[in-house]
């Protein structure tokens, strides 16, 4: 498989395990990785935003893209998440290829005070100390159109997940960018919607969980099958509704609250996540896994 390929497919978002000292353990996501792969998951990403990358150290992200690839054994592309200061993000990238990463995934950096011109430099400099294809995360359209069209202009990048609910201005990029890959970089619920307007595939957290419930949907919708793409949808929606409680602070929470239900324990969430999950969100998360085990309707 290509990355073109992967990129079309699902971009899944690794977990970062955590012992109970607190200290980092990649090889804890070996059976997340095999269920992946068995699943058909096309891409797997460290260091993104449900890898807790800003919960990090440097070092620990420096550990972990340089480990998961050789985890990952070229069972799916590797896609390594960069960001910080662009000396820190230029350091993480220079040595993705040697570590094995496939491509980088530049996240749209957070600085109050980026400006659209100083966000094209950085990706540029990513791009260059990479010497890898390079994957856009765009969080925010409010850079605006013409800064959006000069992102996807740079060289190198070849694709941009794209993670605004601005619909309108995904539809003017993908006109003014028809050389890069659009990929729907709000999960699953938001796949159908972006897919029409020409995006194609999409970013995962779920994929840590219940992978082959991804790959159903992706099947669903590069067959136009909308009907039971969202049929299918509604089928994680609980889940996704526990993951968006405490203004979204729960996401990575309940993603691993589910690994430890299934006996893949991989730690806690690190603050300013919510952990622990509230009780009677894991009830209702222990309710849908035994739906989900029974093939019931998700309640």
């Known amino acids: 498989m290509t990355l073109d390929d992967a990129l079309t497919g699902i971009s899944g978002i690794l977990v970062t395990p955590f012992d109970a000292d607190d200290a980092i353990q990649p090889a804890r996501l070996a059976p997340i990785i095999a269920r992946c792969a068995a699943a058909g998951v096309d891409a797997l990403t460290v260091n993104g935003n449900t890898s807790e990358f800003y919960g990090l150290t440097f070092a620990e992200a420096e550990r972990m893209q340089a480990e998961v690839p050789a985890l990952v054994a070229g069972r799916a592309k590797v896609v390594a998440g960069i960001g910080r200061s662009v000396n820190e993000a230029v350091r993480l990238a220079s040595r993705a290829k040697a570590d094995g990463a496939d491509a980088v995934m530049v996240h749209q950096p ?22 890898l294809p390079v ?21 190198g990048v070849v694709a941009m997940k794209w993670a605004s609910t601005d619909l309108m201005a995904l539809a003017r990029a993908i006109r003014a960018a028809p050389r890069i890959r659009f990929v729907c970089g709000l999960a699953e619920p938001w ?4 897919t029409a307007l020409g995006a194609q595939g999409f970013t995962s957290g ?33 889940f996704e509704t526990l993951r968006a409680q405490d203004q979204n602070g729960a996401n990575v929470s309940i993603v691993k609250a589910a690994l430890a239900l299934m006996g893949d324990d991989v730690g806690h969430a690190r603050p300013p996540a919510a952990w622990p999950v509230a009780p009677e969100s894991l009830a209702r998360l222990k309710d849908l896994l035994a739906a989900w085990r029974e093939g019931r309707a998700a309640a």
Do not use: H, Q
Not at 110 to 131: K, L, T
Not at 140 to 151: E, F, K, R, S
Not at 191 to 194: G, R
């Open 191 to 194: 796949a159908p919607p972006m």
């Open 206 to 238: 779920l994929i840590n969980v219940a992978p082959a419930r991804s790959v159903g949907i992706l099947r669903a919708l590069r067959v136009g099958d909308m009907t039971r793409a969202n049929a299918m949808i509604a089928g994680i929606e609980t």
């Open 135 to 155: 994957v856009l995360y765009l969080r925010n359209a409010g850079i605006g159109d013409a800064a959006i069209a000069a992102l996807a202009a740079l060289p």
């Open 110 to 131: 957070p600085d109050p005070f980026a400006s659209p011109r100083g966000v094209a430099d950085y990706v540029r400099r990513v791009g260059e100390a990479a010497g």
